[in-house]
């Protein structure tokens, strides 16, 4: 069965494991038609492992090769599924892919994360909690927004966010067709 893998701050502030490398690793570790989305954190296996054991086999195999302490989010083609269908912006997400962005959380939305993040949005700005996953419209875009600089995994609970674009080429992938 085909996962999704999402690592948590992936080539970026720093943190670097290039992408041939992180294939390499993943068929190391025995999982199948390892595959990556560009340089930034995604990667797509087959394997019959439970999501959480894979989460954990992955995030020590990051830390052995690479000597990272990464976070890696786990979902099957089905909850990824699910996932797209819950998307609250759907019209922006058509219009703008780039500035809808899905956070997927490892161990759920801390307890009063949503009302502090929603005190933080400005000039049009949106976040929405559905099943565990926040979602963000930034209409002006992620850089300039004070939610971007201000959310916090100590405020939101851990997780990584994925722009709309990424997500349906993520489930392409575990679909088999990219």
Do not use: Y
Not at 54 to 62: F, N, T, V
Not at 163 to 177: D, F, H, Q, S
């Amino acid at each position: 069965m085909h996962r999704i893998i999402l690592f948590r701050g992936m080539n970026t502030g720093g943190v670097r494991a290039p992408v041939g490398e992180q294939r390499a690793m993943a068929e190391a570790m025995g999982l199948k038609n390892p595959r990556t989305l560009q340089a930034s954190g995604n990667l797509v296996v087959e394997s019959a492992l439970a999501t959480d054991r894979l989460e954990a086999d992955i995030e020590a195999a990051m830390e052995k090769t690479f000597g990272l302490k990464i976070v890696a989010m786990v979902r099957t083609p089905d909850q990824w599924s699910k996932l797209i269908a819950a998307n609250p912006f759907p019209k922006e997400a058509v219009a703008h892919p780039a500035k809808v962005v899905a956070m997927v959380m490892k161990d759920g939305i801390r307890p009063g994360a949503l009302d502090a993040v929603q005190a933080l949005c400005r000039d049009g700005e949106a976040v929405k909690a559905v099943d565990g996953v926040l979602w963000f419209w930034f209409p002006n875009g992620q850089g300039g927004s004070e939610i971007f600089k201000k959310a916090t995994p100590r405020m939101l609970g851990m997780g990584t966010g994925r722009n709309w674009n990424t997500v349906l080429k993520l489930a392409e992938m575990a679909a088999g067709k990219g």
